[in-house]
Structure formats: C-alpha cells, structure tokens
Nanobody, 126 residues
Framework: QVQLVESGGGLVQAGGSLRLSCAAS????????MGWFRQAPGEEREVVAA????????YYADSVKGRFTISRDNAKNTVYLQMTSLKPEDTGVYYC???????????????????WGQGTQVTVSS
C-alpha cells in the first residue's frame, strides 16, 4: 500500500506561483508512475501532469503546458508540481496519485491510478 500526502496549496493572486509536494510512504515509491490531478467545483477530476518512475518522461494537459512542471525525487519519495503564471481557472483541489505497477511509462487517465492523496486546495484570485 502507498500512502500519499500533498502539501503546498493555498491562496495566490493570478500570475503567481505555487509548488505542490506529494510525499509517499509504504512501498518502493521509485517503482511507480505518478500524476497530479485537479477537480474544480462541479467539474470532473482531470489530469494536470504525469511522470514515469524514472522521471524521464512527462505529460502535461494543454491548459497547463509551459506553466507547470512535474518532477520527482525518488531518494526523497516525493513528487512535485511547480505551478507558475497561475490563472483563476487553475483553482481546484489538487490530488497526487500513483499507479501501483512497475512500468516505466506515464498514465493520464484517473481510473488507471489506484492510490490517491487527500488533496490540497489551490485558489487563484483574479
């Protein structure tokens, strides 16, 4: 079992930056693909970014490409989401997730992920 705990959310003005962290425990973190998802009120959960276990391959949703960066430090069992040039439409609860399978690719569909954190709120004011 993998336990995931997000941190780093908060309130920021449009144009600002935040860095989210996701600390993993319980299993060999470095074996697993990871992803960041977000969910706005009344909306479905959507993928923001994903990364393979080695960190060498990443995916970004079109809406965040060029503004967000996903990375991981396997020695620290942590995955990050650096968010810059934030917009009000980036507001939502951000979730960290893991695919518990030893496969060095990334995944972009929520149903493929089988471990989730509790989420951290990001609010971007205009």
């Amino acid at each position: 079992q993998v336990q995931l705990v997000e941190s780093g959310g908060g309130l920021v003005q449009a144009g600002g930056s935040l860095r989210l962290s996701c600390a993993a425990s319980g299993r060999t973190f470095s074996n697993y693909p990871m992803g960041w998802f977000r969910q706005a009120p009344g909306e479905e959960r959507e993928v923001v970014a994903a990364i393979n276990w080695s960190g060498g391959s990443t995916y970004y949703a079109d809406s965040v490409k060029g503004r967000f960066t996903i990375s991981r430090d396997n020695a620290k069992n942590t995955v990050y989401l650096q968010m810059t040039s934030l917009k009000p439409e980036d507001t939502g609860v951000y979730y960290c997730a893991a695919v518990i399978v030893r496969n060095n690719i990334y995944y972009i569909r929520a149903h493929e992920y089988n471990a989730w954190g509790q989420g951290t709120q990001v609010t971007v004011s205009s």
